[in-house]
């Protein structure tokens, strides 16, 4: 058994942490240093540390913890009634607790509480302040009861904690929400193997139920090629921002034509920064034969894109200077090469001795052969160029 296997198994068979944090808010440090003082009168200059007396919380620490701990306790019975727990009883108790946070923290939400828009607001403005337990708490209820738009503010200001991933990820594989997962995807900080896994095989293998979600998907990819397409045609746009709006245009609809909608889901996770490799690695040796020749399928839609249009590449500016934000998401050839180095290294005896893999590796096997092709040449012309450089700055010397 490997060393992440071993770590692997000890992290499914622990149980997960039921109780609530003693400390479960960020603490006002300035007001708790104020206070400390030296225990000793002589202290050791030699001493790495030296006690302290005087650590106490503050007033307004105090009180957040103790209404969040109330308010938790209050919550977690309420969700146990489920024939009797419903919307209308949830933002009862919820809203209150928020307000109340945000009047201790002197927080101003901005809006009228009469305004539908209220709940996300106040959890956007002072959510941070509820804490890890209380948060994955309310994530939790959120779900059960199937209010999607405050899911969906918990994920996008990152409310939700990482500890909290594990059943965010199972709940909305379970409830088929194929839009908030790729939302979560895109807002986490980390993913463990059991989240990777059941992201992997969700996308892989769609069931019927899965696609009306993902409708949403497709259609903000629609949206930001369509913006591209708009921009770059635009002639008020300076030169500079209009070549971006070019490059983009080309990389969405690499991005968008040919794939489906589930695998325009598997686009955030191969572009993710956070997945870290051996952890996919051993992802992808728990796929099955269906689900690991959908993802060779995928990965060789990408590579056949590469090779026909190769002067497509990371668009980086065109986020921030065009909010074009998909392009932050379409997965670079480094990607694509990387995640099918890891699919053979992992699975290459089975690959090879099963028929039905051989037609799609073969055509891989010719694309990718071109794109070395392409990487040699370029690599020669940029020698060659970078050759004249040297010789026209010696001459010039």
Known sequence: MSLLQVITKASDDSDHVVSQSEYPIILNTDDIFLNLKP???????????????????????????????????????????????????????????????????????????????????????????????????????????????????????????????????MSLVMKKRSDLLSLTIQYASDFGLSELLSILKYFLCPSKDAYSCMVNVRKEWESQALLAIEMASDKNLSEKKSQIAKDASILLMLAHDGFLTSELCLHYLLASPIVDEAILTSAISKLNGKEMMSLIRYLGKWLRKYEMFPQAGPCPKASSALGLKACDWVPKLEDIVRCLGLVLDENFSSLVLHPGFHEELNSIGGFAASLASEAKLSCTVANVIENLRTQSKGEQI
């Open 39 to 169: 225990a000793l009168e002589n202290l050791d200059a030699t001493s790495l540390a030296n006690p302290v007396t005087g650590w106490q919380l503050s007033q307004s620490d105090s009180q957040l913890i103790d209404s969040g701990k109330k308010f938790y306790t209050k919550l977690k019975r309420k969700l146990k009634d489920h024939s009797n727990f419903n919307k209308d009883g949830f933002f009862e108790i919820l809203i209150p607790f928020l307000e109340k946070i945000g009047h201790k923290a002197g927080i101003a939400v901005g809006i009228d509480s009469s305004d539908a828009a209220y709940t996300r607001v106040l959890i956007e403005k002072v959510g941070f302040s509820m804490g890890r337990d209380v948060a994955g708490l309310v994530m939790k209820a959120c779900i059960s009861l199937e209010i999607w738009d405050l899911v969906e503010t918990l994920i996008v200001n990152r409310i939700v904690d990482h500890s909290s991933y594990s059943d965010l990820v």
